[in-house]
């Protein structure tokens, strides 16, 4: 286990990437960093998906892929909420 947080592995881990990654390569990454039992796996994937989704450098792309919000233009990641 690193002294990383789970989300900055997954941004370490997008960041290296070209294109969009999906979560369960995301997921995948941060358990091979993390060393995660999968007792500690099924504990933390529900947060570390709700911090994914809160954490303003991420933009989900739709079919549950994942980007940097800073790659991508305003009018491609809005959510028009009216």
Do not use: C
Request: aromatic fraction near 12%.
């Amino acid at each position: 286990m690193t002294n990383e947080s789970n989300i900055e592995v997954a941004y370490r881990f997008i960041s290296a990437h070209s294109e969009p990654v999906s979560f369960s390569e995301i997921w995948e990454e941060v358990l091979r960093v993390q060393g995660f039992s999968e007792a500690e796996a099924a504990e933390q994937i529900g947060r570390f998906y709700t911090n994914l989704s809160l954490d303003g450098r991420f933009v989900t792309l739709g079919e549950n892929t994942w980007d940097l919000r800073s790659r991508h233009t305003f009018d491609k990641v809005h959510i028009d909420m009216n």
